[in-house]
């Protein structure tokens, strides 16, 4: 089954509204990585989280790693229509190799 | 800067045919790894190396092989192929250990059609 839940599946928004996904693995996480990828494109990296309770930010993009290594969120500010695609949190898991285990991503459309 | 350079770009099979996959690392990265990505799905591991060897094994058929060579591009080859191995191959590479913290650079993805 899924390792890393990632919520919402689809996020419509008004340009100008806020954008948050989730997600949250069964197990401790070593590190989380950030992804963005666009129709047609490849997985873009955007951020790794390391620290518990680590908070990053990059302009209107908000990343938190959970306290407990087992959650993350992002959080886009005032969303623009570039902010469109599919957001994939990717967690390495302890002790299991440097391999990425990806939520389902939360695909993003933003409306003029 | 360099990027992770993936070929074919496209490729189009017909059941139960051969297709090899390559995928050249970023200069001086010497650990890959191969991600298969469904339509609509997330991308899934399915084998990586560190320096020439297999460092790590995902959901990877026994129909599938993968090598790393001296110069560290990789190939995953794959034989008899299916129908539902139609997807998006993605190699991605980082320049540490694997097992590492370091950030995964994906390539642009080989589109596997299998007729």
């Known amino acids: 089954g899924q390792q890393v839940m990632q919520i919402p599946q689809y996020q419509h928004v008004q340009e100008g509204e806020d954008f948050t996904t989730y997600c949250n693995s069964s197990?401790?996480?070593?590190?989380i990585q950030w992804y963005k990828q666009r129709p047609g494109g490849h997985p873009v990296f955007l951020i790794q989280?390391?620290?518990?309770?680590e908070v990053k930010k990059q302009k209107r993009l908000t990343f938190q790693f959970g306290e407990a290594k087992k959650n993350s969120s992002l959080h886009i500010t005032a969303t623009q229509t570039t902010d469109v695609g599919t957001y994939f949190c990717a967690g390495r898991r302890l002790n299991q190799g440097g391999k990425l285990i990806f939520g389902q991503g939360t695909e993003l459309s933003v409306k003029p | 800067a360099a990027g992770v350079i993936q070929s074919p770009r496209h490729l189009i099979k017909e059941k139960r045919e051969t297709a090899t996959l390559k995928c050249y690392p970023i200069?001086?990265?010497?650990?890959v790894y191969w991600y298969q990505q469904g339509p609509g799905q997330d991308p899934q591991f399915l084998i990586s190396?560190?320096?020439?060897?297999?460092?790590d094994k995902g959901s990877i058929p026994d129909r599938f092989s993968a090598q790393q060579f001296s110069d560290y591009h990789s190939e995953l080859n794959m034989s008899s192929l299916e129908l539902g191995d139609s997807a998006l191959y993605f190699c991605?590479?980082?320049?540490?250990?694997?097992?590492?913290?370091?950030?995964?650079?994906f390539g642009p993805g080989t589109r596997l059609t299998v007729l």
């Open positions: 991605a590479s980082s320049p540490g250990l694997a097992g590492s913290t370091d950030t995964q650079y």
């Open positions: 197990t401790t996480l070593s590190n």
């Open positions: 190396f560190y320096e020439k060897m297999q460092s």
């Open positions: 989280l390391v620290k518990s309770g």
């Open positions: 200069p001086r990265h010497d650990t």
